[in-house]
């Protein structure tokens, strides 16, 4: 590690101002670490989906199980990348078999689940500390940006699932309109085939904000480390005495000169008064001392800049309410109230005082108690949705939706006789009334006779879905099939057939009855 070469500036930072320049730091190395983080894990990906193709979540559990070993490659590319080092000259089978092995045991059972992964990493593959002396190392380094490295896992992993839900989103993005395709139903249809998208799509997009997480881990590492070994001061002391060098190369190479001069003058034959006359105007040799002393005021300077910022000048910020220190001369000076000596006066008063803070003390809890009893009991009472639950009951007793999706749903907007109306529909060839009868019919059982909680604002897809939760399967059944067919006529306008028609009247009085 030669610090001469660090690519960013040695200069102490705030642990946010450490994770901004970990994603700048992303970015500019971003491909190879992307890369490298990509390769192994399609790998193992691809090869536990073709042993398991019946079970994807083998390959994708196994996937998120060993991201903390896919991290390893990328930062330790990162660290050469950011000290300037070659990295393809170090990099053969037996190193990457020894970055990988090294402490697998512990990276991949009680350390898996560490939020502070992505901060600890560099102290095993970098530092490659493990055991007792890499617990110590850690809980040196973790002081002050632990939390950081926790809300970075948090914040990172949220990330993950937006990104993966972004693609999805993406994919019916680009599904023309024209399409009439039942997204979830094929979902339904096609579980096996789904889930194997679904986790290609997760493993992509974890690919893609892991350079982010492992930079950024690494970055308030680097920066714990400059704070902890002042990086800054050892490089301008470095800086001075590179320059300390040049001005004494500078001065050697003046006297060798100054010599060479007095030694050629002393061969030649003595004529001071034509020497004085030919070179009057001799320039002196520069100064060592005066060289010297600008070196040292423009050291001096960056090192009092340095010295008067944090951590050598503290500054603590206190956010949160601390009880003022007492004066105990003033205290003890302070006169009571008269009426309140002559109580003290009184024999068994301090115990009648003790007693009664007592009882107000129990008083409390047991109002504090009876308090969070009721609250979790109209808690419950609340959520509780099974059938025939206070819950349930409330639902049922409100009043009941008279339009949905725009349909009417009073008794006055259906005929008395049902299947009559619906008949003389279908004989007169109008199979769009008849099937806007049916479906209304059945909304309204649904709602008055079945106490099927709907409400006005829910869809065709929703009333299916909410039928399905709360009532048989033959009615359910019956309810989404005519679902399909009054949303391809409404919609596609595909009108379904004669028998169809007849076969859906005769049997909605029957299905839909109490």
């Not at 002393?266 to 004085?276: F, N, R």
């Not at 109580?343 to 008063?349: A, K, N, Q, T, V």
């Amino acid at each position: 590690m030669n610090l001469t070469e660090l690519q960013i500036k040695a200069e102490l930072r705030s642990k946010w101002q450490a994770i901004d320049l970990g994603i700048a730091m992303a970015k500019r190395w971003y491909l190879p670490m992307f890369l490298s983080w990509l390769i192994p894990a399609v790998i193992i990906f691809t090869g536990m989906n073709i042993f398991f193709w019946e079970s994807p979540w083998v390959a994708i559990l196994t996937v998120w199980w060993l991201k903390p070993l896919f991290d390893r490659l990328p930062l330790f590319l990162l660290s050469r990348y950011l000290f300037n080092e070659a990295t393809f000259k170090q990099l053969n089978l037996k190193s990457l078999f020894k970055l990988y092995c090294f402490d697998l045991l512990s990276a991949l059972t009680w350390r898996r689940l560490d939020f502070r992964r992505s901060f600890s990493l560099a102290i095993t593959i970098l530092e490659k500390q493990k055991g007792l002396k890499r617990s110590k190392r850690y809980s040196l380094l973790q002081q002050g940006c632990g939390n950081a490295a926790t809300w970075l896992t948090l914040v990172l992993v949220h990330l993950e699932m937006l990104v993966c839900l972004g693609f999805i989103s993406l994919i019916i993005l680009f599904i023309p309109q024209d399409i009439n395709w039942d997204f979830f139903r094929t979902i339904l249809d096609n579980s096996l085939l789904f889930e194997h998208i679904y986790n290609s799509i997760y493993v992509v997009s974890v690919c893609l904000i892991a350079p982010f997480y492992v930079a950024c881990g690494f970055s308030l590492y680097i920066n714990r480390r400059i704070e902890l070994e002042a990086w800054d001061l050892e490089l301008i002391f470095r800086h001075s005495m590179e320059k300390r060098t040049e001005g004494n190369a500078l001065q050697a190479t003046v006297s060798s000169l100054a010599a060479i001069c007095l030694s050629a003058s002393l061969l030649l034959p003595s004529t001071p008064v034509q020497a004085e006359q030919t070179y009057p105007n001799t320039a002196k040799p520069v100064d060592p001392v005066f060289i010297e002393n600008i070196e040292s005021v423009d050291t001096k300077q960056e090192i009092l800049s340095i010295l008067e910022s944090p951590p050598f000048v503290i500054e603590k910020q206190v956010t949160e309410w601390q009880l003022k220190p007492t004066d105990h001369e003033t205290d003890s000076d302070m006169d009571l109230p008269e009426w309140l000596k002559n109580l003290e006066d009184i024999d068994g008063f301090s115990g009648f005082i003790k007693g009664a803070a007592l009882v107000i003390e129990i008083a409390i809890w047991v109002a504090i108690a009876l308090l969070v009893f009721f609250l979790l009991k109209s808690l419950v009472e609340n959520l509780d949705l099974r059938p025939g639950s206070k819950r349930t009951s409330k639902i049922t007793t409100q009043d009941k939706p008279e339009v949905i999706m725009g349909l009417v749903l009073t008794t006055e907007s259906l005929p008395n006789d049902i299947e009559a109306a619906m008949s003389t529909a279908i004989n007169d060839g109008d199979n769009r009334l008849a099937l806007s009868l049916l479906y209304r019919y059945s909304l309204y059982q649904l709602i008055h006779h079945h106490n099927v909680p709907l409400e006005n604002w829910h869809t065709e897809y929703e009333c299916s879905a909410i039928v399905a939760q709360h009532l048989n399967n033959e009615l359910s059944q019956f309810f989404t099939t005519l679902t399909l067919i009054w949303q391809q006529q409404a919609y596609a306008h595909i009108t379904p057939d004669m028998a169809q028609m007849k076969k859906l009247c005769s049997s909605v009085v029957e299905v839909m009855k109490p």
